[in-house]
């Protein structure tokens, strides 16, 4: 079963909220896109103006939105929709082990549910991660150009 984690960060990476949903039998890649849609999403309906999506998946992150090729898919569409509203949004690429937050969160969930839950606070499995990144975390960040 699949799963999927959001977290939406402070600009000084503290946790504001973070979402998690059972999604069922569907590829990495799609699994990804599907986070990438809820972060959005819920970043959209927070007012946020300046959102930062980060992903470990290179294949998510070097897909071109504007590219008639994907237009067919119905979640490629969506996401493209929302970020051509009127907000700044940027999607970059990230080492796995620079995404572990949201990985630990994914993994968390209740696997007979498929309602999207709201975490208000960072779960206990969490917190450990967090402060890690907020000490500076003892990796790089790569952004695809």
């Known amino acids: 079963m699949g799963s999927i ?6 600009s ?3 946790w ?3 979402h998690t949903k059972q999604i069922g039998y569907i590829s990495p890649f799609q699994a990804e896109l599907w986070s990438i849609l ?3 999403e819920v970043a959209w309906s927070m007012g946020v103006e300046q959102l930062h999506v980060q992903t470990d998946c290179k294949q ?4 071109d ?3 008639s090729e994907f237009s067919f898919i119905l979640i490629v569409r969506t996401i493209r929709s929302l970020c051509n509203c009127a907000w700044y949004s940027d999607l970059f690429w990230i080492l796995q082990k620079c995404n572990m937050v949201v990985d630990a969160l994914s993994k968390i969930i209740t696997p007979q549910s498929y309602l999207l839950l709201l975490h208000d606070s960072a779960p206990t499995v969490v917190k450990s991660l967090l402060e890690r990144d907020a000490h500076g975390p003892p990796y790089h960040w790569h952004v695809l150009s």
């Open 38 to 40: 809820v972060g959005l």
């Open 5 to 10: 984690g959001v977290v939406i960060r402070g």
């Open 16 to 18: 504001i909220v973070g």
């Open 12 to 14: 000084s990476g503290e």
């Open 60 to 63: 998510a992150s070097s897909l």
């Open 65 to 67: 939105l504007s590219d």
